[in-house]
């Protein structure tokens, strides 16, 4: 489907409503309720987010230099937009789906590295794998997770991680300097982006799926209630993978149109709204941290040493390798 032309008036709208509504909680609310500016501001900064993905794909401008510029800010404070941009678009590779090592937004892990975490890290992991853990943890766990992806980057030579988090500092500083001359105190402006960082782990809790084909493992959330709103529709996430430049407010009518098809398509990957996902999985994991499709490495059995050149101790010879790299 190709992208429609000219500028798309109700993301600008969604736009105007974000700035709005962070500006109200920054100069606002805090007068009226600390508590609430907090809340207001994170609402704001999790749809500022669903707007730098509307960015990604090339809405609301034609020209990537607007789409930048308009999501510049750096409200969530933690996640460089340029570095979204290039993970979010490697993503987009649907053969790599859920892969640890070739999906950049993967939550499982290579079965032989998850062997060998420590104990209290695979309790940390087995709690963010509940829709409860991951809003409390997720921020936590995914912000240094994505630093530390970053940082491996960079030192096997790609050129562009330093560039992104270069940009990132005016982007943070600007968003630093408004705060510091509104009412709304720093640590108040950090729980509200904490926050919003959370409210956008609802909607990547369960995006995808380990499956044998690629086809099947995006979802699809039937909802039309506030969070798809916040999430700017993009809980028809198998719709807005299949067609990744059409605009987040043709989502539900496109989806609508051929709904056995989506759902032949991922083969019934489908809940009704985001009630269901919380009532099923607030508590429950829903997936198992090592990919279940990833073979368990073997258990390392020593073969039986041959006889060692003279001089050489037996315990030094080459054993069998361990399963999986990690």
Same mark, same amino acid.
């Given at each position: 489907m190709q992208r429609p032309? +000219?500028?798309?008036? !109700?993301? *600008?709208?969604?736009?105007?409503?974000? $700035? @709005? @509504?962070?500006?109200?909680?920054?100069?606002? /609310?805090?007068?009226?309720?600390?508590?609430?500016?907090?809340?207001?501001?994170g609402v704001a900064i999790a749809l500022h987010a669903s707007l730098q993905h509307e960015a990604i794909h090339g809405n609301p401008f034609a020209r990537a230099w607007a789409n930048d510029l308009a999501v510049f800010p750096a409200l969530t404070l933690v996640v460089p937009y340029a570095r979204f941009r290039a993970t979010h678009l490697a993503h987009h590779r649907d053969a790599n789906l859920t892969d640890p090592y070739d999906d950049p937004e993967s939550h499982y892990l290579d079965p032989a590295r998850w062997q060998r975490l420590p104990g209290p890290m695979r309790a940390l992991l087995l709690a963010n794998n509940t829709l409860l853990g991951?809003?409390?943890?997720?921020?936590?766990?995914?912000?240094?997770?994505?630093?530390?992806?970053?940082? %491996?980057?960079?030192?096997? +030579?790609?050129?562009?991680?330093?560039?992104? #988090?270069? #940009?990132?500092?005016p982007a943070v500083a600007v968003v630093l300097g408004v705060v510091w001359v509104s009412p709304m105190p720093l640590w108040a402006y950090l729980a509200a982006a904490y926050l919003g960082l959370g409210i956008l782990?609802? %909607?990547?809790? /369960?995006?995808? =799926?380990?499956?044998?084909?690629? =086809?099947? &493992?995006?979802?699809?959330?039937?909802? @039309? +209630?506030?969070?798809? #709103?916040?999430?700017?529709?993009?809980? $028809?996430?198998?719709?807005?993978?299949?067609?990744?430049?059409? !605009? #987040?407010?043709? *989502?539900?009518?496109? $989806? &609508?149109?051929?709904?056995?098809? $989506?759902?032949?398509m991922n083969e019934g990957y489908v809940y009704r709204s985001y009630g269901q996902v919380f009532a099923r999985y607030f508590l429950t994991r829903k997936d198992p941290v090592a990919h279940p499709l990833m073979a368990p490495p073997k258990a390392q059995v020593r073969p039986a040493q041959p006889d060692a050149p003279a001089g050489q101790d037996p315990a030094s010879a080459p054993s069998q390798p361990e399963g999986l790299p990690a």
């Open positions: 032309a +000219g500028p798309r008036f !109700p993301t *600008l709208m969604m736009f105007t409503a974000c $700035y @709005a @509504a962070l500006g109200l909680a920054l100069f606002g /609310l805090p007068q009226v309720s600390l508590a609430l500016a907090s809340v207001v501001a991951r809003i409390t943890l997720g921020p936590v766990i995914g912000t240094i997770g994505f630093m530390l992806n970053d940082l %491996r980057a960079h030192r096997a +030579g790609a050129r562009d991680v330093a560039a992104g #988090w270069l #940009w990132h500092l782990k609802i %909607r990547t809790f /369960l995006e995808h =799926r380990a499956h044998q084909a690629a =086809r099947a &493992r995006t979802v699809i959330v039937e909802d @039309a +209630g506030p969070l798809a #709103w916040l999430f700017l529709n993009n809980n $028809y996430h198998v719709v807005h993978h299949m067609h990744p430049t059409v !605009p #987040w407010h043709l *989502l539900p009518g496109l $989806y &609508r149109s051929d709904r056995a098809r $989506y759902l032949a």
